[in-house]
T-cell receptor, first 116, second 112 residues
Framework: DSGVTQTPKHLITATGQRVTLRCSPR?????VYWYQQSLDQGLQFLIQ???????AKGNILERFSAQQFPDLHSELNLSSLELGDSALYFC???????????????FGEGSRLTVL | SQQGEEDPQALSIQEGENATMNCSYK?????LQWYRQNSGRGLVHLIL?????REKHSGRLRVTLDTSKKSSSLLITASRAADTASYFC????????????FGQGTRLTINP
């Protein structure tokens, strides 16, 4: 058990809908990362937050947004869903924002999104 | 875009044999990490090697890093059926955003 909690584990929805994925990082971790894993794209970095502030952004679509709340949990919002958004969405946390030579990420078990 | 590329994409060996996976990357890095993913599960960190290190060991794992060739290898010795998983390398670039970029992974199958 990594200590990172993601909900829901599975989600099935229709095209055009909006969903929210939730992540609770490990106790004490200030950084949260979101990744998308699909069969043909591997593990794609979406966005990183550190103590409530956005720190790095990857190839995140404009239809996607995220935030980190004062209690450090994070939410990833996916809107106007398309078939191609079907994927595993992972949240990971770390103590520091990859500063220095640290940087191990602790991953949750993921939220599997299926768009029909 | 992907920074690291693992090779081979898939590897199947007999239990007890050694498994070697390679990773190549494109830009200067701060560190390189290897992760393991059991089917459909979250990734688990295996080992981190810094840019000024050449080799690192952890149990049955041996990682090498050649920054001149921008490549790394992960060796799993005396493989076990439980080692069956996908293995990913991930790099943290020196420049630019502080993000960890993953490769496409190597799918390792250990046959009993």
């Amino acid at each position: 058990d990594s200590g990172v909690t993601q909900t829901p584990k599975h989600l099935i929805t229709a095209t055009g809908q909006r969903v929210t994925l939730r992540c609770s990082p490990r106790s004490g971790d200030l950084s949260v990362y979101w990744y998308q894993q699909s069969l043909d794209q591997g593990l794609q970095f979406l966005i990183q937050y550190y103590n409530g502030e956005e720190r790095a952004k990857g190839n995140i679509l404009e239809r996607f947004s995220a935030q980190q709340f004062p209690d450090l949990h994070s939410e990833l919002n996916l809107s106007s869903l398309e078939l191609g958004d079907s994927a595993l969405y992972f949240c990971a946390s770390s103590v520091v924002p990859l500063a220095g030579d640290t940087g191990e990420l602790f991953f949750g078990e993921g939220s599997r999104l299926t768009v029909l | 875009s992907q920074q690291g590329e693992e090779d081979p994409q898939a590897l199947s060996i007999q239990e007890g044999e050694n498994a070697t996976m390679n990773c190549s990357y494109k830009t200067s890095i701060n560190n390189l990490q290897w992760y393991r993913q059991n089917s459909g599960r979250g990734l688990v960190h295996l080992i981190l090697i810094r840019s000024n290190e050449r080799e690192k060991h952890s149990g049955r794992l041996r990682v090498t890093l050649d920054t001149s060739k921008k490549s790394s290898s992960l060796l799993i010795t005396a493989s076990r059926a439980a080692d069956t998983a996908s293995y990913f390398c991930a790099t943290r670039e020196i420049q630019g955003a502080q993000k960890l970029v993953f490769g496409q992974g190597t799918r390792l199958t250990i046959n009993p």
